[in-house]
């Protein structure tokens, strides 16, 4: 859909991002064969065969935000907000506007599967939290040493992606609770050196982890639906 913001035809899904679906849409598809031989008395794999087609439309959203956030910084060649043309500044608008919109997506995705975790590995990890993330199941996994052949790739992945996830984890904390994430900066230069020229952010470093978690995300995501497959089929 937003390739068409850079004159692009729709995307070709393809390669990491095709096989990822592919696994929810498996899951999804036996899901709705159970339902239909009459196996949902408790309605429980409706409420799973709905919550993998939203995850599946969230990836997706995410994806786009992503994608058009890398293309408008790639645009950006200034070093300083008073430094840019009225056309990189619509460019830099315009990232700003999906790069946010991407890692507040990400965290909320990662969310979502926590939830569906919990329910269908029976962790009840609301008892312990109960506004619980994806990280907080995952840590109930680990701690609990139970389903090791999903629980310790997962946490693999999350030790490989620390660093950027550390970074991406603090600019949406600052934007939801504090201030807009791109101003942070601007506050800092302020207080250093009131005179100054506005320094942009780091968009090639944000942009990086942004690419880095993406791949993180669609890694959690077949690992978790290929494991959440296997385990309807026993």
């Given at each position: 859909?937003l ?6 035809p ?5 390669g990491k991002?095709l096989?990822?679906?592919?696994a ?5 598809a036996l899901l709705?064969?159970?339902i239909?031989q009459?196996?949902?008395a ?9 919550y993998?087609k939203?995850?599946?439309s969230?990836l997706d ?11 408008y ?14 056309e990189?500044?619509?460019y ?9 919109n991407a890692f507040?997506r ?6 979502k ?7 269908y590995?029976g962790?009840?990890t ?8 994806y ?7 680990f701690?609990?040493n139970?389903?090791?052949e999903l629980?310790l790739p997962l ?5 490989e ?13 600052t ?9 942070q900066?601007d506050l ?7 005179s100054e020229q ?5 968009i090639?470093?944000?942009?990086q982890?942004?690419?880095?978690l993406?791949?993180?995300?669609l890694?959690t995501?077949?690992?978790t ?5 296997r385990q309807?089929?026993?």
């Amino acid at each position: 859909m937003l390739r068409i913001l850079f004159g692009e035809p729709p995307r070709k899904t393809e390669g990491k991002l095709l096989e990822t679906i592919q696994a929810m849409e498996q899951y999804a598809a036996l899901l709705s064969k159970l339902i239909q031989q009459g196996q949902d008395a408790d309605h429980k794999l409706r409420k799973y065969e709905i919550y993998t087609k939203g995850l599946i439309s969230s990836l997706d959203e995410l994806e786009q935000s992503q994608y058009a956030a890398r293309k408008y910084g790639a645009l950006i060649t200034s070093m300083t907000i008073e430094a840019m043309s009225v056309e990189e500044m619509m460019y830099y608008r315009r990232h700003v506007y999906f790069d946010k919109n991407a890692f507040i997506r990400l965290f909320a995705l990662l969310d979502k599967l926590g939830t569906l975790m919990n329910d269908y590995l029976g962790l009840q990890t609301e008892r312990v939290k109960a506004h619980f993330s994806y990280f907080t199941v995952l840590r109930t996994l680990f701690q609990r040493n139970v389903y090791p052949e999903l629980t310790l790739p997962l946490h693999m992945l999350k030790e490989e992606h620390k660093e950027a996830m550390n970074r991406l984890r603090k600019r949406r904390n600052t934007e939801i609770h504090y201030m807009n994430s791109e101003m942070q900066d601007d506050l800092k230069q302020n207080q250093e050196a009131y005179s100054e020229q506005h320094r942009l952010e780091n968009i090639e470093q944000q942009t990086q982890d942004l690419a880095q978690l993406m791949d993180l995300v669609l890694d959690t995501l077949k690992l978790t639906f290929h494991h959440a497959y296997r385990q309807m089929k026993k």
